[in-house]
């Protein structure tokens, strides 16, 4: 997984997992 650079990433590829991290840090 070493190549999954968020940086390389889609803008709203990020966004997403932007919100996923939102949401799991709220629990």
Known sequence: M???DPASLP???R????ELEL???EG
Not at 15 to 18: P, Q
């Open 23 to 25: 949401e799991l840090s």
């Open 15 to 18: 966004a997403k997992l932007a």
């Open 11 to 13: 803008a709203e590829v």
């Open 2 to 4: 070493a190549d999954r």
